[in-house]
């Protein structure tokens, strides 16, 4: 059973850097075909995805977040991590990241972290 732990401060300021860690056990992060996902939920809104790292290290980003996020990994750690810079209040919302398989013809999302509150604020 895959498991993923989200960590990382639960309130950051304006304009600093929202950075956070998903911890990945009972499977690596360097399988074929998987791709680590990181989405989130603002208070009353849908799920937004905000971006990936595959399996070989590829990463993919929302056009909408891409100016101001990055997603890298430690496989040492068997880690991947999120950063989004110049937070504003609009970044508040509970963060997930996810495994996603992809084969051609499939996306599954079978893993899901617990997801943590971010609130930015001053």
């Known amino acids: 059973q895959v498991q993923l732990q989200e960590s990382g401060p639960g309130l950051v300021k304006p304009s600093q850097t929202l950075s956070l860690t998903c911890t990945v056990s009972?499977?690596?992060?360097?399988?074929?075909?998987?791709?680590w996902s990181w989405v989130r939920q603002p208070p009353g809104k849908g799920l937004e995805w905000m971006g990936a790292i595959a399996y070989s290290g590829s990463t993919s980003y929302s056009p909408s977040l891409k100016s101001r996020t990055s997603i890298s990994r430690d496989t040492s750690k068997n880690q991947f991590t999120l950063q989004v810079s110049s937070v504003t209040p609009e970044d508040t919302a509970v963060y997930y990241c996810?495994?996603?398989?992809?084969?051609?013809?499939?996306?599954?999302?079978?893993?899901w972290g617990q997801g943590t509150q971010v609130t930015v604020s001053s």
């Open positions: 009972s499977g690596s992060i360097t399988t074929n075909y998987y791709w």
């Open positions: 996810a495994r996603v398989a992809v084969v051609p013809g499939s996306v599954s999302w079978d893993y």
